[in-house]
């Protein structure tokens, strides 16, 4: 079963804007991933951020764990059309697997 | 160097018959893990394996298996194909599976079963 929600479900924006996308989970965590998924491929990763991390940047993203409340997001700055994915969360508490979110729709529009 | 390679990339089968879905890792990678993906379930995790050893199992039918190779390539089986396994199945990679590696993942197998 899947760890927990992503919100929202679905993002549209406009071109140069910024998109965010928050991820929550259930339980104790030893860090947490960040992956894209174009329609019908792969798995592509962002960004990993442990525990004891609290905001991690790369390029134009910037993810915050707050372990607290148990949950992350995704900031993308300045989003362009090829922007335009599913993005996922998945935590991994040291059993050798991921546990992903639902996922959020992201359009960017041109 | 090489992504996580994945073959086939597409594949229809019948009821009832059975599948093998390879998948080359990251070279000097050692850890393989295999998630199903679809669109009622999302993303679940199947098996998980490191020198060619199961260390983790999802919670799928038996009719589910897997194996990973002295050369940590690994193949996952479907026997008896069910409508409900159409499903993209994906695998991925990382050094040694332990927490914080960063997992890689291939492009997928798209399973459908008629």
């Known amino acids: 079963s899947q760890q927990g929600e992503e919100d929202p479900q679905a993002l549209s924006i406009q071109e140069g804007e910024n998109a965010t996308m928050n991820c929550s989970y259930k339980?104790?965590?030893?860090?947490l991933q960040w992956y894209r998924q174009n329609s019908g491929r792969g798995l592509v990763h962002l960004i990993l951020?442990?525990?004891?991390?609290r905001e991690k940047h790369s390029g134009r993203l910037r993810v915050t764990l707050d372990t607290s409340k148990k949950s992350s997001s995704l900031l993308i700055t300045a989003s362009r059309a090829a922007d335009t994915a599913s993005y996922f969360c998945a935590t991994d508490d040291s059993s050798y697997k991921l546990i992903f979110g639902s996922g959020t729709r992201l359009l960017v529009r041109p | 160097k090489a992504g996580v390679t994945q073959t086939p990339r597409y594949l229809i089968k019948t009821r009832g018959q059975q599948v093998t879905l390879s998948c080359s890792p990251i070279s000097g990678h050692r850890s393989v893990s295999w998630y199903q993906q679809t669109p009622g379930q999302g993303l679940q995790f199947l098996f998980e394996y490191f020198s060619e050893t199961q260390r983790n199992k999802g919670n799928f039918p038996g009719r589910f298996s897997g194996r990973q190779f002295s050369n940590s390539r690994s193949e996952m089986n479907v026997s008896t194909l069910e409508l409900g396994d159409s499903a993209l199945y994906l695998c991925a990679s990382s050094l040694n599976g332990d927490s914080g590696n960063t997992i890689y993942f291939g492009e997928g197998s798209w399973l459908t079963v008629v």
């Open positions: 339980t104790s965590i030893n860090n």
């Open positions: 951020i442990r525990s004891n991390e």
